[in-house]
């Protein structure tokens, strides 16, 4: 018996025998639609945003934002703002029509009219044709968004000094003083102390830095026990020997931030 004798192979009609190249219809024949999605236009559309990637990207190196530093509770005087890309949204709440006793119209109603408007373009204009003067609805409406907010953009961000505020608000560094825990003061300061002042001497909600003032060890040992400003005297519950210690633990760390 021969080797295949008998074998029989079954075909499928719907299946071509010939394979063809994956080459996209021809869309002359239908006016408006003249390629394929894909790969033709799909690959336009990123190809497209490639290039405002690129350039945002250089944009945001050569000239990167300011950073603030962390937001402090207790500044009453901060005012905060939003990021870039809400300051249109915030500069909206300004005008008299959407704040005060119209706020939930300013941050419900115009937005959702707005955004809902974008959203509903496609379905409002769904007309054959792709190009702008065939869907003058769809096109209308995108470009009256643009430029709102480019508009309410340009208007929010050009009444603040962002370097000044960067600066003013700038992120406080790291202390680089070495706090010698080992220091006998340093015990005594933090029974006594760091509740207000910080483990670093860096100040904190209830005190100010103790880090680079300006006083005696005679004044600062009267302010520990006498108290200053906001501080309450008797703060200090110690023996005189501990009192010295503290105020020579305290007058090292300025000497070395002084250094």
Same mark, same amino acid.
């Given at each position: 018996?021969?080797?295949?004798?008998?074998?029989?192979?079954?075909?499928?009609?719907?299946?071509?025998?010939?394979?063809?190249?994956?080459?996209?219809?021809?869309?002359?024949?239908?006016?408006?639609?003249?390629?394929?999605?894909?790969?033709?236009?799909?690959?336009?559309?990123?190809?497209?945003?490639?290039?405002?990637?690129?350039?945002?990207?250089?944009?945001?190196?050569?000239?990167?934002?300011?950073?603030?530093?962390?937001?402090?509770?207790?500044?009453?005087?901060?005012?905060?703002?939003?990021?870039?890309?809400?300051?249109?949204?915030?500069?909206?709440?300004?005008?008299?029509?959407?704040?005060?006793?119209?706020?939930?119209?300013?941050?419900?109603?115009?937005?959702?009219?707005?955004?809902?408007?974008?959203?509903?373009?496609?379905?409002?204009?769904?007309?054959?044709?792709?190009?702008?003067?065939?869907?003058? *609805?769809?096109?209308?409406?995108?470009?009256?968004?643009?430029?709102?907010?480019?508009?309410?953009?340009?208007?929010?961000?050009?009444?603040?000094?962002?370097?000044?505020?960067?600066?003013?608000?700038?992120?406080?560094?790291?202390?680089?003083?070495?706090?010698?825990?080992?220091?006998?003061?340093?015990?005594?300061?933090?029974?006594?102390?760091?509740?207000?002042?910080?483990?670093?001497?860096?100040?904190?909600?209830?005190?100010?830095?103790?880090?680079?003032?300006?006083?005696?060890?005679?004044?600062?040992?009267? *302010?520990?026990?006498?108290?200053?400003?906001?501080?309450?005297?008797?703060?200090?519950?110690?023996?005189?020997?501990?009192?010295?210690?503290?105020?020579?633990?305290?007058?090292?760390?300025?000497?070395?931030?002084?250094?």
């Amino acid at each position: 018996m021969h080797k295949g004798k008998g074998m029989k192979f079954v075909g499928d009609s719907r299946i071509s025998a010939e394979r063809k190249p994956n080459i996209p219809k021809d869309y002359s024949e239908y006016p408006g639609r003249t390629e394929a999605f894909w790969p033709n236009f799909l690959l336009k559309e990123w190809l497209v945003g490639a290039v405002f990637l690129v350039g945002f990207m250089s944009l945001t190196l050569a000239h990167p934002s300011p950073l603030e530093g962390v937001a402090d509770p207790t500044d009453a005087a901060y005012i905060p703002l939003p990021d870039w890309y809400f300051l249109f949204l915030y500069e909206l709440l300004k005008y008299d029509f959407a704040s005060g006793p119209y706020i939930l119209f300013g941050i419900l109603v115009l937005p959702g009219l707005a955004f809902g408007g974008l959203l509903l373009a496609p379905f409002l204009d769904n007309g054959p044709g792709r190009r702008p003067h065939q869907r003058p *609805i769809a096109v209308g409406m995108m470009l009256l968004g643009v430029a709102s907010v480019i508009w309410l953009t340009y208007e929010s961000a050009s009444h603040v000094d962002w370097e000044a505020r960067a600066e003013q608000n700038k992120p406080i560094p790291e202390s680089e003083i070495e706090i010698d825990q080992e220091d006998p003061g340093y015990a005594i300061y933090e029974n006594n102390c760091m509740t207000c002042h910080g483990e670093d001497l860096s100040g904190g909600p209830a005190g100010p830095s103790l880090t680079g003032i300006d006083r005696s060890a005679d004044e600062i040992a009267t *302010i520990a026990q006498e108290g200053i400003a906001t501080m309450p005297a008797d703060q200090f519950t110690g023996s005189d020997e501990e009192l010295d210690q503290l105020v020579e633990f305290i007058v090292s760390v300025n000497e070395q931030a002084n250094e």
